[in-house]
């Protein structure tokens, strides 16, 4: 089992920047791929961005050269780091990790950019 908490979401104006964490516990041995899923009001929901187990990442169109992923294998923790913020980018992100022959979530965390 993994279990994966986040945070770090909130309200923030166009242009700013956000970080947000997520940190797993449980069978971490077995996690090969982490990263951040994102879902508006009424959409689907959408890969933000991945990082494998050799720390190599890619991200969606929408948020190349904005948004960057990063992975402490000490903390167990992986890292949205979140810049230039649009109103578009609003949306609850979710966590995941790959492990145990299954894609684990995290709760979400609510992300608002206003104008």
């Known amino acids: 089992q993994v279990e994966l908490v986040e945070s770090g979401g909130g309200l923030v104006q166009a242009g700013g920047s956000l970080r947000l964490s997520c940190t797993a516990s449980?069978?971490?041995?077995?996690?090969?791929?982490m990263g951040w899923y994102r879902q508006g009001l009424g959409n689907q929901r959408d890969l933000v961005a991945v990082?494998?187990?050799?720390?190599?990442?890619n991200y969606a169109d929408s948020v190349k050269g904005r948004f960057t992923i990063s992975r402490d294998y000490v903390k167990n923790t992986v890292y949205l780091q979140m810049n230039s913020l649009k109103p578009d980018d609003t949306a609850v992100y979710y966590c995941?990790?790959?492990?145990?022959?299954?894609?684990?979530w995290g709760q979400g965390t609510q992300v608002t950019v206003s104008l």
């Open positions: 995941y990790a790959d492990a145990l022959r299954r894609r684990w």
């Open positions: 449980g069978s971490i041995e077995s996690i090969t791929n």
């Open positions: 990082i494998n187990s050799g720390g190599s990442p």
